[in-house]
């Protein structure tokens, strides 16, 4: 115990101090934002960019341990593997077959809504796998072939996940969809704690905090404890799916959603008997705060994965279905091939429609991670949220463009404002990630994008743009109903073309200013700042 | 002209003054070793890893021009991209539709013969505008936000390609298919040259060397003439299509293969006449040698992509067509799921036996390039050789699992044959690529895996173990042809075994080597360094 006080104290110092040099740098003006950027960024390789670590370690590394290697691309590997699998559940939605005569009737809408349903789940499910994940690599910094190989087990695993997960939707009473689940969460689990167990028994393969402490056993003990809660409780609802199988869908929704109660349960504590002493055993990691930190790095490639897989969904799709066999244009096009493709045409519209709002949704995402120098769990389960739409995209987009030339117009009403809700949904969540960024001040964002600084509106309106033009298509909609088709077109071609206005926009409008009103506009957002620091002194 | 003189002078100084360095330093034995490897490191950051680059410049950057960023999650992005369009075409060959009735027969070998060469072809095609945006952002360290969006766009018809190469295939004599390829290739060209043009205007985004380079059009001009030569050929080939179809491909062949061409003139022309004096134009971008460095993490990006998107490529059927309808297991099975999943064990055992295979590759491809400290071209031609062949992997374990009951014995060892090929030529090109670092020595390889190195037997033992394995089960697949499935079955099983087993020996034989003979094995592993060091002097 002691010797967790004791880095804790060390760190609270460091931190202390980290806090004194910025006071003392308390001047007010570009400088001293140059300077707590620069602090900022020296605070974060104290405390979570592994990937820094693990570079500098390299060299190190090489010389002392000859076996053991940078973790980076290993994790980037599990990453790829991860958002694949979280988007996959999507295409047996994107899949159900529509026939002329059935479009979108009350039976497929309950279909098209069970598998929407699993398939958001299954995103859940993954996205937690993946968060537990990179909370294990956040610990473990380094690793060796045995790691490697026990990751790559762990990998196919996970990927059998979305599987036994709509196994189970499809037969919720049935015992065996349970026990394939629990027992895959279970055997996870387990490998988990064996890679703990293993990196502890080798102390260099360890964050450097851990490495340097003294005593590791409680640190092994904590995180082992937080992880082997979930077999235990996946055992338990394995067991009473014998007898009770509602109870063990109880057990499984504790387990998703068991951080979440704890720290619940703990804030109130906390509220009505006045805040606790601090928990010894609550150390640096596995905390699940909103503000645990997250790696920016493995967001990021998490996010690249899970756009680039759903930008190219469709393409899948059109590559496998849309060659047209030349028996078929003989009959059917008398030969005319131009003919035969043009009947494609709704496809590659919706092909080239949600590649480009994925694509200009990813570079939203990527123009906002850029300005963030930490990410936090909070804004990584915004992040997720957002993400969860962006998956539901292609399919959206294919309802749009593929209605049969029956549908009534209601039907092509609803599928436009579902794709305008996806749309919506997934910009919004990007903007409520910047919203929790902004929150944390200094400590997560760059200088440019905080308020008041010389960027913060322009990300603001690169944000606002997609849920902004979504909203206004799903209430052109609703008045105009006959034209909600021609509307959404509009929406594909206008987003991007709005996209490029803005910046024409910010940059003619930032040329004047500065041109015109240098000296006001340079005062003016020099009181922005000083206002947002005097009133959030950290 | 001059400039680039001098700018090459200073390089080859610079150099030299490397070499003499390391001529100094011929001392022999580990400090030497591990000196040259830190040099070869320095060398590196001199040279070509601009991801290093990349993040020293971008403090510098944020204090000089606020619009710039670094490109490092752009290059992520496309490259997940770039793998997933560049594997999708094995779909179209993998759901090749099999009845019972026509197991392998004639008909259907031949077209999947074709599928499988538009397959490899359309590989080849985007791995070569792959291999065109390494060399263009090799050239472009940092981006803006307009770089990023022509990016997108030219991102967008990449992804087209692989549609209209198989349009083309399908309707060799029609006009149209070529003209849809030619078009998609033209758009691409030009996009990358408003690129280049874009960023000259701009030298801050420009790689150091050139930025520091008083007179930048001369490097321009190359780079746009490497450039435009695609889509000028491209052109031609669209306007002879309308005479004769024929000398089209012959130009569009001539596309993919110019650069070759070119090295072979030239060398034919220095055997014949002697060495040519140094064609001043010849920069030291966009020299299409073998030994022209390649970004070793774009490299390893672009084969995680492939690689994951091949390991979870089954499972995304398995998700889609394998959760039994209730109504049908209720008909069918009578009720009982287990019967119902039973009936899908085939894929269940291809799915874990591909992931196995292709997880176990990834970890060689991965243990050989923590190894490479630099890529060069050659290396990434037998790389990418190798991601070929994985990437037909999950064709040749479905076909091996879920060959039709009333297949004849010759079909089942004809597919077993594949799947050993497939996974023979992905196994030997990673050995081949590892061969290629050798010959480059110290410039490419880290010093545990060269000649004589600690690691250097073991390294050879992991890549050659899959080669071998193949070659086995091949071999025994031709001798006991009844049991041919079985063969494969075991050799699944037996693979990752087989590393388990390396593994431990390796350990235990070191542990060994190290108590008996120390003395005399380190005496033995520096002659080795020697005589390497003596027989390849750079």
Redesign the interface.
């Known amino acids: 115990m002691k010797s967790i006080c004791q880095i804790r104290d060390a760190m609270g110092g460091q931190e202390g101090d980290d806090h004194a040099a910025e006071d003392e740098q308390h001047i007010s003006g570009d400088a001293e934002e140059?300077e707590a950027?620069a602090d900022d960024e020296r605070h974060d390789s104290n405390v979570s960019t592994e990937s820094l670590l693990a570079v500098s370690d390299d060299v190190e590394g090489?010389?002392t341990q000859?076996g053991t290697?940078?973790s980076h691309?290993?994790l980037?590997?599990s990453d790829?593997?991860l958002s694949?699998?979280a988007t996959?559940?999507i295409?047996?939605v994107a899949?159900t077959k529509m026939e002329a005569d059935e479009a979108l009737d009350e039976n497929l809408q309950l279909l098209l809504g069970t598998k929407m349903a699993v398939y958001l789940m299954t995103f859940l499910i993954v996205t937690v796998a993946w968060a537990a994940h990179i909370r294990l690599f956040q610990v473990i910094v380094r690793i060796d072939?045995?790691l490697?190989?026990l990751n790559?087990a762990c990998?196919?695993l996970i990927?059998?996940l979305?599987?036994t997960f709509?196994?189970m939707a499809?037969?919720p009473s049935?015992v065996?969809?349970i026990l394939l689940f629990c027992g895959c969460v279970m055997v996870i689990g387990l490998i988990q704690s064996v890679i703990v167990v293993y990196a502890f028994s080798r102390p260099f393969l360890l964050q450097h905090q851990i490495r340097a402490c003294a005593d590791r056993s409680v640190y092994r003990h904590h995180i082992l404890k937080v992880l082997l809660r979930v077999p235990v409780m996946c055992l338990l609802a394995a067991v009473c799916s014998a007898f009770c199988y509602q109870l063990s869908y109880v057990l499984l929704a504790l387990v998703i959603f068991l951080p979440y109660i704890s720290r619940g349960v703990l804030w109130c504590r906390d509220k009505l008997l006045g805040p606790a002493e601090e928990d010894p055993e609550q150390v640096m990691f596995y905390t699940f705060l909103p503000s645990e930190p997250l790696s920016k790095e493995r967001v990021?490639?998490f996010s690249?994965?899970v756009?680039?897989?759903v930008?190219?969904l469709l393409?899948?799709d059109?590559?496998?279905d849309?060659?047209?066999?030349?028996s078929s244009?003989q009959q059917r096009f008398n030969g005319s091939?131009?003919a035969a493709?043009r009947s494609y045409g709704p496809e590659y519209l919706a092909y080239?429609g949600s590649?480009?709002t994925v694509?200009?949704l990813?570079?939203a995402h990527?123009?906002l991670?850029?300005q963030v120098s930490r990410a936090t769990r909070a804004m990584g389960l915004l992040n997720t949220m957002s993400l969860a739409f962006v998956g539901g995209l292609p399919l959206a987009f294919r309802l749009t463009h593929e209605l049969p030339p029956a549908a009534a117009p209601r039907d092509e009403r609803r599928a436009v404002q579902a794709a305008c809700v996806l749309v919506f949904g997934a910009g919004a969540f990007q903007l409520a990630t910047w919203v929790a960024a902004l929150q944390r001040g200094r400590r997560a964002l760059?200088p440019?994008v905080r308020y008041g600084g010389?960027?913060h509106i322009f990300m603001l309106a690169k944000l606002s743009l997609y849920p902004a033009v979504a909203l206004a298509a799903f209430l052109l909609t609703c008045a105009l109903s006959r034209f909600s088709v021609a509307i959404f077109h509009l929406m594909e071609v206008a987003a991007p073309l709005a996209?490029?206005l803005l910046?024409l926009t910010v940059t003619v409008a930032r040329a004047l200013l500065t041109r015109l009103f240098r000296p006001r506009g340079r005062q003016e957002s020099e009181n922005g700042e000083d206002n947002v620091q005097s009133s959030a002194p950290f």
Chains 1, 2 share one sequence.
């Open positions: 140059e950027a090489d010389e000859s290697q940078s691309r290993l980037a590997y790829a593997l694949i699998i996959v559940m295409l047996p899949h072939d045995t490697a190989l790559l990998m196919m990927t059998l979305p599987y709509s196994l499809t037969f049935h065996l969809g990021e490639a690249d994965g756009y680039a897989i930008a190219t393409i899948l059109i590559c496998e849309n060659v047209p066999a030349p244009v091939l131009v493709l080239l590649f480009a694509g200009l990813w570079f990527h123009s991670f850029l760059r440019a010389p960027e996209f490029l910046r």
